[in-house]
Nanobody, 124 residues
Framework: VQLQASGGGLVQAGGSLRLSCIAS????????MSWFRQAPGKEREFVAA????????YYADSMKGRSTISRDYVKNTMHLQMNNLKPEDTAVYYC??????????????????WGQGTQVTVSS
C-alpha cells in the first residue's frame, strides 16, 4: 500500500485548505482511511476517518463542523476539506489506512500504512 498526501500550505487564520491522499497498491473496500496530525512536541492525533466502502465518516471533536472528509471511490483518492482554520491546527497532516476488522481506530495502532505527511501552517 502506498499513500501520497498533498495539499498542505501556509494559510491565515480563518482560511481553508483541502488535503488530498492518493492511495494505491490494493483495493480498499475493507479499509478505513483516516487523517492524523502531529504538531511539534506532541503525539500524533486523530483528525477524521472514512470507511472506504459505504463512506461513513467520523471526526475528532476539534474538527467537527470545520472539516469534511470524503473519498473518490473511482480515483482511490481521499480528501480533507478544512475551513475556519486556527493557529492550533498547525501540524504535519498524515493520511493512513487500516483494516476495518480493527474498527474505526482513533489511535495510530489501528493503521498499518501511512503517507509521508504534508505541512499545514496557520498564521494568526
Amino acid at each position: 500500500v502506498q499513500l501520497q498526501a498533498s495539499g498542505g500550505g501556509l494559510v491565515q487564520a480563518g482560511g481553508s485548505l483541502r488535503l488530498s491522499c492518493i492511495a494505491s497498491g490494493r483495493t480498499f473496500d475493507s479499509y478505513v482511511m483516516s487523517w492524523f496530525r502531529q504538531a511539534p512536541g506532541k503525539e500524533r492525533e486523530f483528525v477524521a476517518a472514512i470507511r472506504w466502502s459505504g463512506g461513513s465518516t467520523y471526526y475528532a471533536d476539534s474538527m467537527k463542523g470545520r472539516s469534511t472528509i470524503s473519498r473518490d471511490y473511482v480515483k482511490n483518492t481521499m480528501h480533507l476539506q478544512m475551513n475556519n482554520l486556527k493557529p492550533e491546527d498547525t501540524a504535519v497532516y498524515y493520511c493512513a489506512a487500516g483494516p476495518t476488522r480493527l474498527g474505526v481506530a482513533t489511535t495510530t495502532l489501528g493503521y498499518d500504512s501511512w503517507g509521508q505527511g504534508t505541512q499545514v501552517t496557520v498564521s494568526s
